[in-house]
């Protein structure tokens, strides 16, 4: 089933098909109806709900209406689609990677495959998993990805393989964690390694390679003596990319150790970067609101920029309209609601910031570590941590803790949303809260 890349000339044949997508297209693909949570961070990338009455008070033995367990060890969030969730999951070890399908009303395991056996798996840190890229889901389809050791597209119907890659090569040095995205008929992985910085656009009918572009900041660090440094740490990335709208045209934008980029879709030309050579491992999903972007720098000196969308090329320092430098999140995504932002950084301090100003309203601390990301419905922000505490608090200028609930085992992975059910997965087990 392994499809290898395609010739120079399919390749932009691709492209060019890529290329007459209509602009409505681009929104048709991505806002889809209150049932479905089709990727990472839900409907439009962002965290953000339309859900009503969603259970503000739940726990362990309150208000789940089914719970599963989910074998081996995996990070990825839930996806759903119609009367399904999709999941991936993966031997501690990491030489078993498998798709899990259960149904949504009733909580039971449908589907459950190995689609890669590993024979020589790469490290991965103990606080990362072997599978913790979450899938991305359409009407009929499936794409789940495990990084360089493989990405695959399945029917959700019968449950077969509709095509195969494995011949991506990154060593992600710590695990893999950055999730696939589709955008018209291109679906787009980002590739961060301590040995290659890649982005990919797939064909998702047939796997092929539409274009690879590489990352075009110099990775090269020295250390003190002025030699180069092989720390791979500062090549890594573990963000998911985002497709926006600019002027009128969709952008890619797409966060790597030492920049963010912005791309053409349809063919993978630059069209502009922020570099911020100090950062790496950047993990949160770029967030737009206000006519700016909202990018995290990820871990070592970790802020959070508000850039003014626009220019091309190398974006000038006066692009940046505000930086905070507190308490800001190395992994958790933020959320925009209103004309605030939100977040919780991974020690578990949540904050409010005027999303226009970057003025600090209110900085409290919520219990637990924090690695997934948040969401909003409703006027309410679900925070989960790795301790297993729900925190719900007001989204509003003010801090209002509305509950605090307690599960038996911790969150790593985001939670999604299907009508008025959240679903949670916790390090062990899925459940259904409603």
Known sequence: MLIPPPSLASSLRLASVAASFAFAGFFGGRLEAGDNWAQFRGPSGDGRSDAKELPVTFGESERVKWKTAIQGKAWSSPVIW???????????????????????????????????RVADPQFCHKFNSYASPTPVIEDGRVYVTFGSPGTACLDTKTGAVLWKRTDFVCNH????????????????????????????????????????????????????????????DFRKGFSTPHIISQDGRPLLLSSGAKAHYAYEPATGAEIWRLEERAQHSASSRPLVAHGMVY????????????????????????????????????KPSMIAHEDLIFMVDDVGIASCLEAKTGTMLWRERVLGSHSASPIVADGRIYFLSEH?????IAASRTFQKLAENKFSDGFMASPAVSGKALFLRTKGHLYRVE
């Open 82 to 116: 119609g009367d399904q969730v999709w999941l991936t999951t993966a031997t501690e070890t990491g030489d078993a990677l498998s798709v899990v399908c259960i149904n949504k009303e009733s909580g039971a395991i449908i589907r459950e495959e190995v689609l890669f």
């Open 173 to 232: 040095f710590r695990g893999a964690g950055s999730s696939p995205i589709l955008h018209g008929d291109l679906l787009y992985l980002n590739f961060d390694g301590s040995d290659f910085q890649f982005v990919v656009a797939l064909d998702k009918k047939t796997g092929r390679t539409a274009w690879k572009v590489n990352r075009s900041v110099d990775f090269q660090d020295l250390d003190a003596a002025g030699r180069p440094s092989a720390d791979g």
């Open 295 to 330: 990018l995290q720098t990820g871990f070592s000196k970790g802020q959070l920029l508000a850039v003014k969308l626009g220019g091309a090329g190398v974006l000038p320092e006066t692009q940046v309209v505000w930086r905070e430098k507190k308490n800001v999140p190395n």
């Open 388 to 392: 297993g505490i729900v925190s719900v």
